[in-house]
Each structure stands twice: as C-alpha cells, then as structure tokens.
C-alpha cells in the first residue's frame, strides 16, 4: 500500500530556532500534500495544501512566513517552523496523495519547543 | 458548509463486543467522497476505507463493517469482536469528489477503548 514517510517523528529544541520537517511519498508520486496540525485529544487542523512546483495554499489564520511550505518534486514537500516558539509545540502530520486517490498520512512529528 | 460530527467523544468496550462508531455529515455537493482513518496511541493514520457517495452499498473487511446511509447522512463504522489493538481514535472525514479532490474535513474523532 501507499507509504508516506515523515521525518523527524521528534524535535526537541529551543526557542528561536527553525525547524524543518520532511514528507515523503514512499511508493507513489505525490499529486498534493498537506500539513496538518493536531493538538492534545483535538482532530486534525489543515494548515496547507501544496502541489508540486506551486506556492502552497495556506488556511486562514495559519502564518505562512511562520510556516514555509516548499514542495520541489512530486515525492517531498517540506514543512519549516521558523523561530520556533513554545506555543508551537504540536503535532505535525503530513498527508500526500496522487491523482484521484485518498490521503495517506505520515506517522507525524512532535514538535517541543522549550 | 461541510461538517462532520462524530458524536461519541469516548467509547469503552471490553474485548469481543461489538461496537459501532457514529459518523453523521453536512454538504451540500451531490458527489463526494467518505473516509475513516484510525489513529493508534503511536500518532499515526490509518486509512480504513473510502467511500464515493454513489456507492451505498455497505462494505465488510474482516471485523470491520461500514454502513452508509445517504438519506440520512450518515456513514457509521462497525468493529465486530473487539480487540485490545482496536483501542485507538477512530476519526470521520469528508472530501470533494474527483482526481482533484480536496482537503478533508474531519470530524473531531471518536476515542475507542477495548479493555481485556
């Protein structure tokens, strides 16, 4: 089946500092990718959608100088936390999928930021 | 507007009950897609199944059963025989129907705890 590897599943590391999380699409080329963020006993919360070689679709209210989004090849797409603070500390899930096919999610990183 | 609503916030069963997650949605396109996905303790998500909305008939996979009921918006998910490894959250989502189908709209998840 469709394998979707993210790495780091664990980060943690001081205020101010970037952070980057990988998505990668395993076994299938990537169409879409998204990034979600899942806080404590909460579902998920779509930050951004990106398609291979365009700018990412941000949802409202997610900053996106805060969080870049690159997406350069239809199997990885990037997800940086740029001076990272404690209120970013979360959960941190990607999804890919290719044409016509569901979302399939990576095992997520959790992000502390101390 | 598109909404999930997954009622049951937690169920508790013991081992080899049957149990039946509740999945009710809001749209208003004619065509779509349903999911569930399963997220373990360890954080990951499974995808379970997907659904076109044209498609009602009901499916099984092994314990696993999903009824879809269009005329009354739901798409509700039955474990049959519980286990210990079914304690997880069990979420709900909705998605546009097509090769370029959307993000999904998930419900807020419904916590299964199988108990020996």
């Known amino acids: 089946g469709a394998v979707v590897s993210q790495h780091p599943s664990w980060v943690i590391c001081k205020s101010g500092t970037s952070v980057k999380i990988e998505c990668r699409s395993l076994d299938f080329q990537a169409t879409t990718m998204f990034w979600y963020r899942q806080f404590p006993k909460q579902s998920l919360m779509l930050m951004a959608t990106s398609n291979e070689g365009s700018k990412a679709t941000y949802e409202q209210g997610v900053e996106k100088d805060k969080f870049l989004i690159n997406h350069a090849s239809l199997t990885l797409s990037t997800l940086t936390v740029t001076s990272a603070h404690p209120e970013d500390s979360s959960f941190y899930i990607c999804?890919?999928?290719?044409?016509?096919?569901?979302?399939?999610f990576g095992d997520g990183t959790r992000l502390s930021i101390l | 507007a598109q909404k999930v609503t997954q009622a049951q916030t937690e169920i508790s069963v013991v081992e080899k009950e049957d149990v039946t997650l509740d999945c009710v949605y809001e749209t208003r396109d004619t065509t779509y897609y349903l999911f569930w996905y399963k997220q373990p303790p360890s954080g990951e998500l499974v995808f379970l199944i997907r659904r076109n909305s044209f498609d009602e008939q009901n499916e099984i996979s092994g314990r696993y059963s999903w009824n879809f009921q269009k005329s009354t918006s739901s798409f509700n998910f039955t474990i049959t025989a519980s286990q210990v490894v079914d304690s997880a959250v069990y979420f709900c989502?909705?998605?546009?129907?097509?090769?370029?189908?959307?993000?999904?709209?998930f419900g807020k998840g419904t916590k299964l705890s199988v108990k020996p």
């Open positions: 989502a909705l998605g546009a129907y097509g090769g370029s189908q959307g993000n999904l709209i």
């Open positions: 999804s890919a999928r290719a044409w016509n096919q569901p979302q399939h």
